[in-house]
């Protein structure tokens, strides 16, 4: 009898040392919870991911390497890859990955520069611009400006989040809740993207846009309520 419980005390205590040493604990600096010794993070499981991803969740073409390249931008959930329009086809020039899932992506050409610039928003609402310096293969992608364009409060919107930018490169607009229009001030050499919050009555907006040629930033939408679709300006 005794050595049968001698046993099965022995097989429960090896069972709750391996499962101590297999559950991976975590803490921040401001959690009481402590870390785990050296002997037991030795035996955590180690994720990577070995494959990048394939599904293309947003595009963009310009001129973002050199004013006289063409260039097609795909961006993959995180992984961006930067290709050359070419009459031999499409030629790849740079890849590389950002801290979040890529949600929108537009170009835009800032006053007096002859390339234009990548501004992203990620699914989190972080909004960053992107510029290429040198030339392939010492191309390098700098992040000019950057910032979080979020709320802590407010309704996703219904139609997802857009990103419009003003013909001469003014200001940006985002429209990621619903009845609220972010503006993004678009100044030279600023390093970080501070959006205000503008109220609009519109809440299913279709599609929206800046208009050409304004004296001010001025924008046109397509909006949609129980008596139809109609268009109107701000």
């Given at each position: ?120 928003v990620t699914a989190k ?45 003014r200001v940006i607009g ?23 919050n503008i109220k609009m ?34």
């Amino acid at each position: 009898y005794y050595t049968a419980l001698f046993s099965t005390l022995s097989r429960l205590k090896i069972s709750r040392k391996t499962i101590s040493f297999e559950s991976p604990i975590r803490a921040s600096k401001d959690s009481p919870t402590k870390m785990a010794s050296p002997a037991a993070s030795s035996a955590l499981n180690y994720v990577v991911t070995a494959h990048p991803p394939t599904a293309i969740t947003a595009c963009a073409t310009g001129n973002f390497t050199s004013p006289n390249d063409l260039n097609l931008i795909l961006a993959k959930v995180n992984h961006i890859e930067v290709l050359s329009v070419s009459p031999e086809g499409l030629q790849p020039v740079k890849q590389f990955t950002i801290n979040g899932r890529v949600e929108v992506m537009k170009f835009f050409r800032p006053q007096g520069m002859d390339k234009d610039r990548l501004f992203i928003v990620t699914a989190k609402n972080n909004a960053m611009i992107l510029e290429a310096e040198g030339v392939a293969p010492n191309l390098e992608i700098i992040t000019k400006a950057r910032g979080d364009v979020g709320d802590r409060i407010g309704l996703n919107a219904q139609t997802g989040t857009r990103a419009i930018i003003d013909p001469e490169a003014r200001v940006i607009g985002l429209r990621i809740y619903d009845s609220l229009f972010k503006v993004i001030p678009l100044e030279k050499d600023q390093s970080e993207l501070k959006a205000y919050n503008i109220k609009m009555e519109e809440l299913k907006v279709i599609d929206i846009e800046f208009l050409h040629g304004c004296p001010h930033p001025t924008i046109v939408l397509v909006h949609q309520d129980q008596n139809g679709r109609h268009v109107k300006t701000h």
